[in-house]
């Protein structure tokens, strides 16, 4: 079920500038018991994104009570809200504007295999490069056509795909943020500050991590880093947490602060 500005309709006007240009964000949450999990920080990053693009944000108010609404609809589910700057004008000058569009999408709950969460996944390498843009980093933008090529490549042999950045930096899964345990215990995670999404679920590991006492590293991250790591797991806000089972012809353990983060992300309400 789609609403389009409160509206129940799967209908956009071609004047739209997201379908014109990519000028919108857009967020992705899990729906759990009706109720939409983090959704305090998944409404932060939509507002970042907006205020990074100069857009006019709607009334949150009324948006709000509109997921809200939507969630009564459907137990277990996802919801995909999307702000677009709204119509407009022939040209890129997003002046010519008017009111900004609210999307959301009401879809079943994802479904994987179990194992993937307690056996691990495969993981492969993308040639797709990300550009740096440090001004769209962070947040979900609607131009995703860097992440649809990489996914491209792989198929059913691979469960995600990592990707770097034109320096060599790994920086991200196609869908998902990557951790790296190391033989010290500690954890590192890309620094994002040129490209790449900082997603929701990251976040909720990074502060987790905190919680119990280990190092978690943001830093920029090379190739060498993961082949010499003990353990990989990565993370977004349907998957929850999957760990890696192989990588490049690598076989990585899943040790026991996998199973720790996975426990804390099912109590996330």
Avoid at 43 to 50: C, E, F, I, V
Avoid at 79 to 91: C, D, E, M, Q, S
Avoid at 205 to 227: D, Y
Avoid at 229 to 234: E, G, I, N, Q
């Amino acid at each position: 079920m789609i609403w389009v500005n409160g509206i129940i309709t799967d209908h956009l006007p071609v004047t739209d500038r997201g379908l014109l240009y990519g000028d919108g964000v857009w967020e992705t949450l899990c729906i759990n018991d009706c109720l939409p999990i983090l959704l305090d920080w998944h409404l932060k990053r939509l507002q970042q994104g907006l205020q990074a693009l100069s857009i006019t944000p709607p009334d949150m108010t009324q948006f709000i009570m509109e997921i809200h609404a939507a969630c009564t609809l459907k137990e277990n589910g996802i919801l995909k809200l999307i702000i677009t700057r709204g119509r407009g004008v022939r040209g890129y000058n997003p002046q010519s504007a008017g009111e900004c569009t609210r999307i959301i999408q009401l879809s079943d709950a994802a479904t994987y295999p179990p194992g993937y969460a307690t056996q691990g996944i495969c993981l492969t390498l993308c040639e797709t490069a990300l550009a740096h843009q440090p001004r769209l980093a962070g947040f979900k933008h609607l131009n995703r056509l860097e992440q649809v090529l990489a996914r491209a490549e792989f198929g059913a042999d691979f469960q995600e795909g990592l990707v770097r950045d034109y320096a060599g930096n790994v920086i991200e899964g196609t869908m998902s943020n990557l951790f790296v345990v190391q033989a010290d215990g500690s954890v590192c995670t890309p620094d994002l500050s040129q490209c790449g999404i900082a997603g929701v679920m990251r976040r909720f590991i990074i502060q987790t991590l905190a919680e119990l006492g280990i190092e978690c590293h943001i830093r920029p991250l090379k190739l060498e880093a993961i082949r010499t790591a003990t353990a990989l797991f990565m993370t977004n806000s349907l998957i929850g947490l999957w760990p890696v089972r192989e990588f490049q012809g690598k076989t990585y353990n899943i040790p026991p602060l996998v199973q720790v983060l996975q426990t804390r992300v099912k109590t996330i309400t």
